[in-house]
């Protein structure tokens, strides 16, 4: 019994461990970066709720299956690997059409036989269904495990339903693209390249939801002698169709129509301070698009 209890030890530790830093990760990572800026917590702490849940249920399902395949003589470390590797309702549904009949041992000589069979298979001898104690509640073990993952699951789905609501009313999303902090897009890109390297932010994209917003933020070191440069092309412009630049700092904000710019963009930033400001581009309609933009 000790020995039991020692093997457990380091799961009783280790999994509380795991989670708190998991919970540690999420918010170092709010505290320290504008990862969440303009993104209400309800959605950070849906998804990793989600997560967790999720982690949990397999976890549960995991922990039925490795008892039952030590029932059955099965390996329980390899299905085990199974349920987290294939999510554990298709790994349930492998395992339970792939899992071995429960055996008994003949009394007589010793051989592992069906505890539903009458006779051994190879000596013949009668088994009493009496004596058989296998045969009792065997759908029915480790039930804290059975009842433990289904209540992970239906919370793990109740997150799920809550961000996907929520994102789909976007409630707590901030899709202001004059907004001082992070925009963010419920739409979908085609990016062909996207890069910023040695502060410049190269994009090139094909198409993009109507009103899709791609930002990057730069530094101003010297907003009085400093020019936002811009050299963008969109090969592809229908009617009514614009890519507008803005420059968002704080309570400063400007935008400028550079869908058909003839020459590179020299933008002064004289009316901005020195620090961090947004450069976005607000896509609506255009198409095979390619820019080139820094500060200098």
């Known amino acids: 019994m000790n020995n039991t209890n020692k093997n457990r030890f ?9 989670l708190l830093l998991i919970f540690l990760r999420f918010g170092l990572y709010f505290l320290k970066s504008d990862g969440f800026s303009g993104l209400s917590m309800l959605f950070p702490a849906l998804l990793l709720c989600f997560i967790l849940f999720a982690l949990c249920t397999s976890a549960f399902f995991a922990a039925w299956v490795y008892q039952d395949c030590k029932r059955r003589n ?30 008994t041992i003949c009394p007589a000589c010793g051989c592992r ?16 269904k009496e004596d058989n104690n296998i045969m009792v509640n065997q759908g029915t073990h480790h039930l804290k495990f059975i009842i433990a993952g289904i209540m992970s699951m239906v919370l793990m789905l109740v997150c799920l339903t809550g961000f996907i609501v929520n ?9 202001n693209v004059a ?24 994009l090139d994209f094909t198409s993009a939801s109507e009103g899709f917003v ?10 009085h002698t400093q020019v936002l440069y811009a050299d963008i092309s969109c090969n592809t412009a229908p009617d009514k169709a614009t890519l507008v630049l803005w420059l968002v700092q704080k309570d400063t904000v400007k935008s400028i ?15 901005f301070e020195n620090g961090k400001i947004h450069i976005r581009l607000q896509i609506n309609g255009v198409k095979n698009t390619v820019s080139e933009i820094y500060i200098r």
Not at 77 to 89: E, K, N, Q
Not at 179 to 202: A, E, P
Not at 257 to 271: F, I, K
């Open 257 to 271: 129509d550079v869908t058909n710019l003839s020459d590179p963009l020299e933008y002064p930033l004289n009316e």
């Open 10 to 18: 380091p799961i009783y530790i280790g999994i509380p461990v795991i």
């Open 179 to 202: 907004s001082n902090d992070r925009v963010w897009n419920l739409g979908t890109i085609n990016m062909n390249y996207n890069s910023y390297l040695d502060d410049v932010w190269k």
């Open 167 to 175: 994102a789909a009313v976007r409630n707590g999303i901030n899709t």
């Open 74 to 103: 099965d390996d329980p470390i390899l299905w085990v690997i199974v349920v987290f590797a294939a999510t554990p309702f298709i790994g349930l549904l492998i395992y339970f059409l792939r899992r071995l009949e429960i055996k």
């Open 214 to 223: 791609k930002e990057q933020n730069m530094i101003v070191a010297d907003a």
């Open 113 to 128: 036989v069906s505890v539903k069979a009458k006779y051994c298979e190879e000596c013949g001898t009668h088994i009493e």
